[in-house]
């Protein structure tokens, strides 16, 4: 019997693999994750293969997802049973999940990546991870949520309801020019989880609304500057 020669694969799973099917493979290169059950530890060492990088002890039935997910009422509210999953990126649940809707949709959860959720939710979420790769970062019930960095300026505020909850889960930059006015009519609280850049007018009025559990990293600009991008 010809064996075969797998190369470099990203996701390994041997939960219903036997000695015998074993046989059948020559040789595997490079591993990103091996998944065993408890029933196939022993398995691990028997495998030709290169470099591995994580091992994985995953029981029962897993939905694996590659790439990053995320999760909201409208992708859950008609799902009969939690589902497991394993999640090869971030996971993001959206702020207008329930506590009833986790329980219902999501089981044990495995995530190779950060998870960003609610902080209504946090602990409820952090019962049902089995493993994470990354850390989970929370931002505030209600929130309005941009998952990544923003450039705020009069346009974009426009946009926002009066006195909104906002969480920027990366870094914030406040447009040259914003009014201090609408920045106070449209922001009730703030919440970053990297950095933010705004000019020297604007600062006190961001740290006015700044949510306690926010980033205090803040790069203020005397306002008579001027800010060239890119290299000199």
């Known amino acids: 019997m010809e064996r075969k020669v797998i190369g470099n694969i ?5 939960r ?3 000695e015998k099917s074993l046989e059948a493979i020559q040789s595997i290169g490079n591993v990103g994750n091996i998944f065993f059950s408890k029933e196939t530890a022993h398995l691990i060492p028997r495998l030709a293969a290169g470099n591995i990088g994580n091992t994985l002890e995953v029981s029962g039935e897993f939905n694996v997802v590659s790439g990053k997910m995320e999760i909201s009422h409208a992708s859950v509210a008609c799902q009969a049973v939690p589902k497991s999953l394993v ?3 971030k996971l993001t ?7 009833e809707d986790l329980e219902g949709a999501v089981g044990d959860l495995v995530v190779m990546g950060k998870v960003i959720c609610p902080q209504g939710l946090q602990s409820r979420l952090q019962n049902k991870i089995k493993h994470i790769a ?4 929370s931002y505030p019930d209600g929130a309005i949520l941009q998952d990544g960095d923003l450039e705020l300026d009069a346009t974009a505020l426009a946009a926002l309801p009066d006195q909104a909850v906002l969480a920027v889960m990366g870094n914030l930059k406040i447009a040259r020019g914003t009014p201090n006015d609408l920045l ?3 922001l009730n609280r703030l919440f970053v989880a990297q950095a933010i850049l705004c000019f020297e007018r604007n600062a006190s009025i961001l740290q006015h609304v700044l949510d306690p ?4 990293k803040i790069e203020v ?12």
């Open 213 to 216: 559990q926010s980033s205090r």
């Open 87 to 89: 999640i090869m990126g």
């Open 184 to 186: 106070g009519r449209k």
């Open 221 to 232: 600009i005397p306002d008579d500057y001027r800010v060239l991008d890119g290299p000199c």
């Open 93 to 99: 649940i959206k702020g207008d999940v329930t506590p």
């Open 16 to 18: 219903q693999a036997t």
């Open 10 to 14: 990203g996701i390994l799973d041997i």
């Open 134 to 137: 990354g850390k989970v970062v």
